[in-house]
């Protein structure tokens, strides 16, 4: 269970918060000021810290500096009876996880602290299952601090030991090929060929031949044998992306390898027999697909043993930031651009956007802003117009028009992304603090200040 650190002046609050919390089994460490708190983080090793805002000597604010710099990633959560919205503003600028206003019932304090440990319980499994993932697979990382997307690095992790088919679907863009490799790179087949096919980019007549190779003599213009990709791919790994644009004809004979493990390339008499581990991909939908006769049913079932669905982007928006710093350290390095970062209205931007393209579409728009930079951060300028909402397109200005300062840009990035959120929920504000990525209570505070109803 979770380690708690207490810290808190009020003799009685501080003892009343133990009882809560032993009582369902946290593990507690008591300090009664800052500087307190300090000497016990080395021995307590704290998973949160509940800290009161208004001590003598050292306050809670004053401390939260130290608390982030010396436990990275334990969430520091804020009490105090003097709270204002100003004041929860400041505190989570500075790092904190959430702010708790006194007085508050136990259940509130438990619910804080169950989602607090939760998020960080998410993102430390997904620090390491993507560490993982990268290290054996030697692609790009893999991005997860959403739960859907740990989810499916989870499925990754257990699909990859077995020889069982996987169907990987999902919007285009969203990174089934690199799930694939991460299968493979994972897989007893890591030393082994892993061949990867668009099922929709070679035209129907070369599919079969590609595929399944061709005997000499077998068309005009075959004049001499050819192996085809899967007894290229024999021991290692066969990833046919796009798996339901494959003509029935052509579906009816990967059946046949799926069943029998054998190919039989096209002019020959003779099947030879391969090892091959299938991993199929599609955007499409393959039980309307076999609704309408386009595709087959014996064939689906034999491709969907396991199946994992990659979330879109717009699904996952905790990973914009991660996949931002990612790729901008890959095009800054391919490009030679001294880009460092980027402003925190323009990352505000990325975030609000829908993605149609997905992952793909994010990363042509980051290379394209890197081309354009001009400075070491990338700013709303170097995004395209179609990313920029027309209603934060300008953030609001004085009269003059020459107000340049952050904190109106900020407030009106913020602005703009609350008030997509809650449209996008129609208006579930709990929806929508999981959608900014942000707690309940900290979008319950950015409402009241920025008086959005």
């Given at each position: ?15 009343s ?9 946290f ?5 009664a ?7 016990r ?16 000597g ?21 009490m ?29 304090v438990?619910?804080v602290?169950?989602k ?28 997860a ?7 499916v ?44 096919v668009?099922?929709?980019?070679i ?12 005997a ?20 290692g ?17 990967l ?6 493990e ?8 003779k ?105 070491d951060?990338?700013g ?8 920029v ?38 208006g ?26």
């Amino acid at each position: 269970m979770a380690r708690v650190l207490i810290v808190d002046d009020d003799d009685s609050l501080r003892e009343s918060l133990a009882l809560v919390l032993g009582a369902e089994g946290f593990e507690l460490a008591l300090a009664a000021n800052g500087d307190e708190a300090l000497a016990r983080l080395d021995d307590a090793h704290p998973d949160i810290v509940l800290c009161d805002l208004r001590m003598p000597g050292r306050d809670g604010l004053a401390l939260l500096p130290e608390l982030v710099r010396r436990r990275p990633g334990a969430p520091v959560i804020l009490m105090s009876a003097y709270g204002t919205t100003e004041l929860a503003l400041e505190a989570m600028r500075r790092g904190a996880y959430d702010y708790l206003a006194k007085p508050f019932q136990p259940a509130e304090v438990l619910l804080v602290i169950r989602k607090a440990y939760e998020r960080e319980r998410l993102r430390r499994k997904s620090e390491l299952l993507a560490r993982d993932v990268e290290r054996s697979a030697g692609e790009r990382p893999i991005v997860a601090a959403s739960p859907a997307m740990i989810e499916v690095l989870e499925l990754v992790e257990r699909a990859a030991e077995y020889k069982a088919t996987v169907l990987l679907t999902g919007e285009s863009g969203t990174g089934k090929e690199v799930l694939a490799r991460a299968i493979h790179a994972q897989s007893p087949r890591r030393g082994e060929s892993f061949v990867a096919v668009n099922c929709g980019a070679i035209p129907e007549a070369l599919l079969e031949s590609e595929l399944f190779g061709h005997a000499k003599g077998a068309f005009t213009g075959a004049d001499r044998a050819r192996r085809g990709l899967f007894t290229e791919a024999d021991g290692g790994t066969m990833f046919l992306d796009e798996v339901g644009e494959l003509p029935l004809a052509l579906q009816v004979k990967l059946l046949r390898v799926l069943q029998e493990e054998e190919v039989r390339p096209l002019g020959d008499s003779k099947s030879h027999r391969v090892d091959v581990r299938v991993l199929a991909a599609t955007s499409r939908d393959l039980e309307a697909e076999i609704a309408a006769g386009r595709f087959r049913e014996d064939l689906f079932y034999r491709l969907n043993v396991l199946r994992v669905r990659v979330p879109p982007l717009r699904e996952r928006r905790q990973d914009i930031p991660l996949l931002v710093d990612h790729f901008l350290a890959a095009f800054r390095d391919a490009i030679g651009k001294p880009v460092r970062g980027i402003a925190d209205d323009a990352l505000a931007r990325l975030v609000a956007y829908r993605w149609p393209g997905n992952v793909r579409e994010l990363e042509n728009v980051l290379e394209r802003a890197v081309i354009l930079a001009s400075g070491d951060r990338l700013g709303i300028a170097e995004l395209p117009s179609n990313v920029v909402p027309d209603e934060a397109s300008e953030p609001a200005a004085a009269a003059d028009g020459r107000d340049l300062s952050l904190r109106t840009a900020r407030r009106a990035a913020e602005t703009a992304m609350i008030r997509r959120a809650l449209r996008e929920t129609g208006g579930n504000r709990t929806h929508a603090a999981r959608l900014l990525g942000i707690s309940h209570r900290a979008l319950l505070y950015k409402l009241k200040e920025y008086e959005i109803q």
